[in-house]
Structures are given as C-alpha cells and as structure tokens.
C-alpha cells in the first residue's frame, strides 16, 4: 500500500516537473540572440534580415520592450532597442538637450549635408523656425493644396483611367512615389518633373533617392570602417550611393541656377508657382532673423532641398501604398469611408455625386469631418510607419525610465514598426487593423500621445510636414476610394524592403477597375 502511495506521489511529482518545465519554457519562449566571441550577437541577426522587422518586433515583446544588442568587438554596433514609451518620452521631450542627431547621424548620413534632418543647436533651430514660418503661411498651403489637387486631377486619375481601360496590370508603390515626388518637388523647387504619366519615364532623381536609403539602410549594420572601405573602393551599395550623392548635386544645383537666374531677370519672369515654393523663400530668407543661413550658398540651398524632397516623397509615397494595400484586404473598411464621404462632404463639394477637385471650390476643412478615414489613415501610419526606425545618442550618460544606463555617445535605436505592435502599448488586438480605435464612443477623432504614435517624430522635432501629409494623403484617399477598385494580383508577395523607408519589397502590383456608381 505504502508502495503504491509512494509510486503515486513520485507519478504526480513527475507529471508536476514536466508541467512546470514547459510552462516556463513557453513563458520565456522568444527569439533568441546568442552573444558570440568577438562576433557579438550579429551572426544570429543576419538571416533575419529579410525579415528583420517582424524579428525585432518578436525580440522587443519577449524582452519587455527594451534589447540590448551586443555588436561585434570594436565594430561600434552596441545599442539599445527600444520601444518603451517612457523612455521615448524622456529622449524626445524631457530631456532632448541630451539627445542631438549628432555626429554618428550626420555620418551615416552624410549625402544631406547640413540640412534640418543632420543639423543641431543653432543651426538646426535658425532651420526649424524659418522652415515653421514658410510652412504654415497661408500662400504656402494654398499652393501646397493646389499642387497635390493639380497632380491628382492631370496625373493620377488619367494614368488610373489608362489603367482600368487598358486592363493592365500597375505597381501602385511606383505610382504613389510618382506623385509624391512630382508634389515634393514642386513644394521644394517649384519645377514640375513630371514623373507621373501614362509613360512612366524612368528619373534619374528618384532612381538615386531609392538607392541612397538602402545604401544609407545597410551603413546601420555594418562596422563603420567597413562602409569606408567599400566607399573608398567604390563597391556595393557605397557605390550606388556615390553615384546617387551625383545626381543630387546636379540636378539640385540645375535647380538653384535656374532659380536664380529667373530672379535676376526680374519679377516678369517668375510663374506664380516659382514664387512659392520653398527655394524661392529660402533665397529670401531673413538673414537678419536666421543668422546662420546662408541663402547666398548654393551648398546650403542643395542640402535644404534635398532634405525636404526626401522628408516628403518617400513618406508619404510609402504611407498610401500600405494605406491601400490595407483597404485592399479591408473591404468594410472601405465600405464605411465611402458612406462617411456621402453623408460628410457638403454638396457644394460634389458634382454628380463625386468631390469636386477645383482648388478653388475644393476646402480642405471638408475631409478634416472625415473621422473615420483619418482613423485608417492612422491605423497605418500605426502598423506601417514610413520611417521604421531612428536612433538616439546621449551627449552625456544618462538613466532611462526603464532603468537602462546609457553612456555618453551609446546608440539607442527606436523602432516604431515595432513600436505600433506592441500588445502591452496597444492591447491584445495591437496586431489587427482597426480604424474605430481611433474614434471616442462621442464620434470623435481620438488622440494618441506622439510617444506612444510616433510615427510623425515627437518632441521638439516633430515632423513638419504632418498637416501637408495628411491633407494630401486624405485628398488622394478620397478621390481614388469613389472612383475606382483595387484588386491586388493573386499571389504578389508583401514585406517590407530594408531600407530607411518602409517600402515593399517587390512593390504593390493591382488591377484597377472604375466604379460604375462613381
Ligand atoms: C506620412 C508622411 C510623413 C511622415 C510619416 C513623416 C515622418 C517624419 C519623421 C519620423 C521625422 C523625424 C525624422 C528624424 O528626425 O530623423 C520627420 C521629420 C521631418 N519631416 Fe516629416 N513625415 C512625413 C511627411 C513630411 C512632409 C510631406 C514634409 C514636408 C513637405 C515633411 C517634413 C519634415 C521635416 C522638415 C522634418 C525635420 C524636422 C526637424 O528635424 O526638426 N515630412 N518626419
């Protein structure tokens, strides 16, 4: 008997260890990232690459938001993941002074020279407030409105036509980073490049714009005297690069004379469109306000363009292919934007039942009562950030909220795709596309603190460019959901490409068809 009570109590034991064993197994189950000998934890990094994104994202929720990743000896590629609130708080707010781009960005991104994105101090706040004053001046957001509606009634909606006619198949990446090129380059230069056409001709400008993301991508993952190297070499991605850096000064500086030469034939000679746009108010600039800007430099004129021509082309561009490509897979979701522009858009902005797109007639206060549409647009911007990651560097040791030291000069990587997936920020459904989290129970749009919706930057440093993009984007939104369907070709592959940019990979090829209630 005592026999048998003994077995039952070692059976029950056993049965106890094995339950135990994989309970704790489970709860600590996470991708796991050994710490090599000189190599750091870099080999078990590199085979994810094609998919390092949703890695990271795995990593950070195993490991409690934060992850210190140990890079190979000497190779300078120790840093802190994170995607903590608090700590996004404390680098971008509360203690901003401590955080500046720095010299390890300007480094890695060296082809924007001394414009607002690698500036600092001084510099950078001359840069911030005069660009803060053209931007938000009435002139500039009517030629910013006209602009985009310009492009989309004389290059979208006939090149969509072409499309759905012709029954052909279109890369809708390619066609969005068309258009937010032609836009931004406008907005920047006042030059129309006319990128979006039927013709799709091949741009030299924004061929190089790509190829320096991805070059500039990689520079993040390799030691830096490995990127010399291949620079100096002239190999690679370090190549392409070169060759893009180029581009950029030729075509910039094309741009610059241009500009100068209609001022110094006199006001007759300048479009109404060529008096707006921002290298036009930057030759203006009042360098009396904005002591250290040199208007009278071409170099400062190339890197102040080119940094905006970069801030607004790719983002945006980047932002409506994810946006569409999740409508596509959302057909509620389209069905409520459709009912909300019914019953929202004043009559006077409808001519036989679709919005009228006269820059004249058409307001944009109108699609700000589109609650629901701003909540997609959101939701996207949510899971599919245009800028997927950004790092940080303290300027003198610093303790973070979550408890981590950081040394002076250590780099800390924020990654907001990663940042918008995590279940302990957004819940248990932080996966799911849902517009109406975005909506009070009073109907009303709701609004996320930008360290926890980082996806226009936070802080201090703020994107500029947030009104300009959302009122494109809702714009474009707008006019393609009336009018026309998106079928996205069976079997195309999405994931994200690694790059500054969150592109997709192999882009967003569709058939398009027109409504016939449009
Ligand atoms: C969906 C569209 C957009 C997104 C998601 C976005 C996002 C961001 C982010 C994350 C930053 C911080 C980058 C960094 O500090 O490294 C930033 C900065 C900036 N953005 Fe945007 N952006 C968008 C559109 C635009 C547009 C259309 C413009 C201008 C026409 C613009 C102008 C700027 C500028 C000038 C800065 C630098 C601000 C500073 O450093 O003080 N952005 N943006």
């Known amino acids: 008997m005592a026999l048998v009570s003994l077995l039952e109590i070692f059976i029950a034991f056993t049965c106890f260890l094995i339950f135990h064993f994989f309970l704790i197994k489970k709860k600590q189950h996470r991708p796991f990232l050994t710490n090599w000998p000189i190599l750091g934890m870099l080999p078990g990094l590199l085979p994810e690459l094609p998919r390092v994104y949703d890695f990271i994202t795995d990593v950070l929720e195993g490991g409690n938001l934060n992850f210190l990743f140990k890079g190979p000896t000497l190779?300078?590629?120790?840093?802190?993941f994170t995607v903590d609130p608090a700590?996004?708080?404390?680098?971008?707010?509360?203690?901003?002074?401590?955080?500046?781009?720095?010299?390890?960005?300007?480094?890695?991104?060296?082809?924007?020279?001394?414009?607002?994105?690698?500036?600092?101090?001084?510099?950078?706040?001359?840069?911030?407030?005069?660009?803060?004053?053209?931007?938000?001046?009435?002139?500039f957001q009517k030629f910013s409105?006209?602009?985009?509606?310009?492009?989309?009634?004389?290059?979208?909606?006939?090149?969509?036509?072409?499309?759905?006619?012709?029954?052909l198949v279109v890369d809708l990446q390619d066609v969005f980073q068309r258009f937010t090129f032609d836009t931004t380059f406008v907005l920047a230069t006042g030059y129309d490049p006319?990128?979006?056409?039927?013709?799709?001709?091949?741009?030299?400008?924004?061929?190089?714009?790509?190829?320096?993301?991805?070059?500039?991508?990689y520079r993040h993952l390799k030691p830096e005297m490995v990127w010399k190297m291949q620079r100096l070499i002239g190999v690679g991605g370090e190549l392409k690069l070169k060759r893009a850096h180029a581009v950029f000064d030729r075509v910039c500086s094309e741009c610059i004379a241009s500009k100068r030469d209609e001022i110094s034939r006199g006001s007759d000679n300048i479009s109404s469109s060529s008096s707006k746009d921002l290298l036009m108010s930057f030759i203006n600039v009042d360098t009396t306000k904005y002591k250290l800007l040199n208007p009278s430099d071409d170099r400062f004129l190339r890197d102040t363009i080119l940094s905006f021509m970069l801030a607004g082309r790719d983002t945006t561009g980047s932002a409506l292919t994810w946006f569409f490509w999740?409508?596509?897979?959302?057909?509620?979701?389209?069905?409520?934007?459709?009912?909300?522009?019914?019953?929202?858009l004043l009559p006077g902005n409808k001519t036989d039942g679709s919005v009228s797109y006269d820059s004249d007639s058409f307001n944009p206060q109108e699609v700000k009562k589109l609650v629901y549409l701003h909540g997609a647009i959101c939701e996207s911007l949510r899971l599919y950030?245009?800028?997927?990651?950004?790092?940080?560097?303290?300027?003198?040791p610093d303790v973070l909220p979550s408890g981590h030291k950081v040394d002076a000069n250590s780099k800390i990587l924020f990654c907001l795709y990663s940042l918008g997936r995590m279940k302990s920020v957004?819940?248990?459904?932080?996966?799911?596309?849902?517009?109406?989290?975005?909506?009070?129970?009073?109907?009303?749009?709701?609004?996320?603190?930008?360290?926890?919706?980082?996806?226009?930057?936070?802080?201090p440093r703020t994107c500029l460019g947030k009104e300009v993009a959302m009122t494109q984007m809702k714009t474009v939104a707008v006019k393609i959901i009336q009018n026309y369907e998106f079928q996205v070709v069976e079997g195309h592959k999405i994931e994200p490409a690694p790059s500054v940019i969150l592109h997709m990979k192999h882009g967003l090829k569709v058939t398009v068809s027109k409504r016939c209630c449009a």
């Open 75 to 80: 190779g300078g590629l120790d840093m802190l």
């Open 87 to 139: 700590n996004i708080h404390h680098i971008m707010s509360s203690n901003f002074a401590n955080y500046p781009k720095g010299t390890e960005f300007k480094k890695l991104f060296d082809v924007l020279g001394d414009g607002i994105f690698n500036a600092d101090s001084e510099l950078w706040k001359d840069l911030r407030k005069s660009s803060q004053s053209m931007m938000s001046h009435p002139e």
């Open 145 to 167: 409105l006209a602009t985009s509606l310009s492009k989309l009634e004389k290059g979208l909606v006939p090149l969509l036509d072409h499309v759905a006619k012709e029954k």
């Open 194 to 217: 006319g990128c979006l056409s039927v013709e799709m001709p091949e741009i030299e400008f924004a061929r190089a714009l790509d190829d320096a993301e991805e070059a500039i991508f």
């Open 326 to 344: 999740l409508l596509c897979k959302n057909q509620e979701a389209v069905a409520r934007i459709r009912q909300e522009i019914n019953t929202n």
């Open 385 to 396: 950030p245009p800028v997927p990651f950004q790092h940080k560097s303290p300027t003198e």
């Open 426 to 459: 957004w819940g248990e459904d932080a996966l799911e596309f849902k517009p109406e989290r975005w909506i009070s129970e009073s109907g009303r749009s709701l609004h996320e603190p930008s360290y926890k919706f980082l996806s226009f930057n936070a802080g």
